[in-house]
């Protein structure tokens, strides 16, 4: 379940886990695929900028699903190949902005 904010500017979203606990992720990117299939690329967000510098910070990659009522949700991307297609095609545009 994703629960979409703006604040200053950035994309924020609320993620809930299959346990119930939420984390708050910024949006880096997305991705659609020529298959049709969109992808997100997020970090977890930090309200002070110091601890995102400090943090230990992996690229989240997820697909966008519809769920039964017709509603976006973010997916874990659960094929091993597609993951590190997505992840590899986030990480070269990625290091292409921020040289």
Not at 51 to 80: C, F, K, P, Q, Y
């Amino acid at each position: 379940m994703a629960e979409k904010f703006d604040d200053l500017g950035a994309d924020l979203y609320t993620l809930v886990d299959e346990d119930g606990v939420e984390q708050t992720f910024e949006l880096m990117d997305t991705y659609e695929s020529e298959d049709g299939e969109l992808y997100y690329a997020l970090v977890p967000y930090y309200e002070n900028p110091e601890e995102m510098v400090e943090a230990d910070t992996e690229l989240v990659v997820l697909r966008s699903e519809e769920d039964e009522n017709g509603e976006e949700t973010l997916a874990t991307i659960e094929d091993d190949e597609e993951y590190e297609r997505i992840g590899q095609i986030f990480m070269d545009r990625l290091s292409e902005t921020y040289e």
